[in-house]
């Protein structure tokens, strides 16, 4: 054997040990592979997770909509030229620049490819969301330009339809079908108003109260052309809605209001919350609501470097709202028991206040020859459930360290739907007892006052029934 092979045969066993062996004869990390291997690994566990996932109107195998499933599959047919530019990625390489030859290293690679992420993805996008002020809203009660309200705090707007068809909100703002603002002499309009548990955003538009109500009113009453336009909206109070039937709904010349209230002004009891700022105020001034993440961020202290990307925030909610959400669905059937700080009794003083713009609200409706039907407040709590299922009240009236007990629950939504009843007889207005009509059971409820479809469906039939059975549209 020649020295120079020799030495060459000498120079590959040593680079061969040095890759695989510590000098002390531990095996060392191939970085190389291992690298391949999460690189695989990530883009499978993501590739996975999208395809495991409903749309909310599925069009192609029951699953995805057509946008949908063309992102997905451009992802799927992706797979081997990643693998192939992973591979490239790991390799030394030169490229010749006139008469220069500049050597990539495996990180001066991924230094190019950060480099065209942010200058040539992440900073035209962010620029353009930006200039067109356009900022992910998942949920209607989600502030934004489009649907800030200066006394309402948030209002509905067609603005949400863009990320959630099934919400079907007018032009007007309602969830409804497109209306006429002034009325036709023809049409019987009818108005659900509340907060979340009348706008209920968990079903989709078909399958919303207002919606079912309206074909089995249409099919009762064939003669009559009928309007029944959900004004529900999230986070709304008695004062909200009485701000907003005085400033907008009696616009619309309604024949028939149907209101309910309670869970929302009784929250408004608890204070200092995340939504909330000081001690309780009458007036409910005290309460920020949707305002809140904003006026927080604008007068707390702020971190010396902070960053807000929009273009992140449509990321990270892509992710959460897609990602393996039918695994995410099926453990939210069977949560975990869960009781989020302690338990403490608490007496619910807004109570007062409740009557106050309730009553307000009532006289108003009536004294414009308006047909009104006050409803209470239905609700899940029950003493032999489980106290962890009260997961929403332990979210939205918690100081960080205590939460109201299920008993002060019980008993202080009891308190605002007996002032309810109270009203309407004093004022003498129709008065139906939603509580003692749903059964408080999952099957009914996806959270302590929430509806689930066969909620809506059974609250629909609920008002239907009185209506007809009291002859109301008939006068």
């Known amino acids: 054997m ?56 599925p069009q192609i195998f029951g699953k995805y909509t057509i946008k949908y499933f063309i992102i997905l599959s451009i992802l799927i047919l992706l797979f081997t030229p990643f693998l192939k530019l992973i591979n490239y990625t790991l390799k030394t390489s030169q490229i010749k620049l006139v008469n220069k030859k500049i050597t990539l290293t495996p990180f001066k690679k991924i230094f190019v490819y950060f480099l065209i992420l942010v200058f040539f993805i992440f900073l035209p996008l962010e620029t353009f969301l930006r200039a067109k002020n356009i900022r992910y809203a998942k949920v209607p009660a989600t502030l934004s330009i489009t649907n800030f309200h200066p006394f309402l705090q948030h209002q509905l707007t067609p603005f949400v339809n863009k990320y959630n068809k099934e919400m079907h909100v ?39 109260i207002a919606r079912i109500l309206e074909k089995m009113l249409t099919k009762q009453y064939p003669d009559k052309k009928i309007e029944v336009i959900n004004a529900g909206n999230e986070g709304y109070t008695s004062e909200h809605t009485l701000i907003d039937y005085l400033f907008k709904v009696k616009d619309f010349n309604p024949d028939l209001i149907i209101v309910w209230h309670g869970i929302n002004d009784m929250t408004y009891s608890c204070t200092p919350t995340y939504q909330s700022y000081g001690e309780y105020k009458p007036d ?103 106290k962890s299922v009260d997961w929403y009240m332990q979210g939205v009236c918690s100081d960080g360290k205590a939460h109201p007990t299920l008993a ?27 509580e003692s009509k749903i059964p408080k059971s999952l099957e009914y409820f996806v959270d302590d006052v929430h509806f689930t479809e066969k909620g809506n469906q059974l609250t629909a039939k609920i008002l239907y029934e009185y209506i007809v059975n009291g002859s109301i549209m008939n006068h």
Request: net charge positive.
């Open 284 to 386: 409910y001034s005290h309460f920020l609501g949707a305002l809140s993440q904003v006026m927080f961020e604008r007068y707390q202290p702020k971190p010396l470097i902070s960053v807000n990307l929009i273009s992140g925030d449509f990321l990270l909610e892509f992710l959460q709202n897609n990602l393996y959400s039918d695994a995410m669905s099926l453990l939210n059937k069977n949560p975990k028991k869960r009781l989020l700080t302690k338990p403490i009794d608490k007496q619910f003083v807004s109570v007062v206040s409740y009557k106050r713009n309730m009553t307000s609200l009532a006289k108003n409706i009536t004294s414009d020859n308006t047909k009104l039907i006050l409803a209470n407040q239905p609700y899940l709590y029950n003493q032999k459930l489980d």
């Open 2 to 57: 020649s020295k120079e092979k020799k030495t060459k045969s000498i120079s590959s066993i040593k680079k061969s040990l040095s890759m695989r062996l510590h000098p002390r004869g531990v095996k060392l990390i191939d970085y190389k592979n291992l690298f391949r291997v999460i690189s695989f690994n990530l883009y499978f566990f993501f590739v996975l997770g999208l395809i495991l996932h409903t749309s909310s109107n």
């Open 170 to 208: 007018n032009s007007y703002g309602f969830r409804a079908e497109e209306i006429q603002k002034e009325k036709p002499k023809e049409i019987y309009r009818i108005f659900l108003m509340g907060g979340s548990t009348v706008l209920n955003v968990a079903v989709p538009y078909e399958k919303n």
């Open 408 to 434: 002060s629950l019980i008993t202080g939504i009891n308190e605002f739907n007996q002032t309810t009843e109270e009203i309407s007889k004093e004022q003498e207005i129709s008065f139906i007892n939603l």
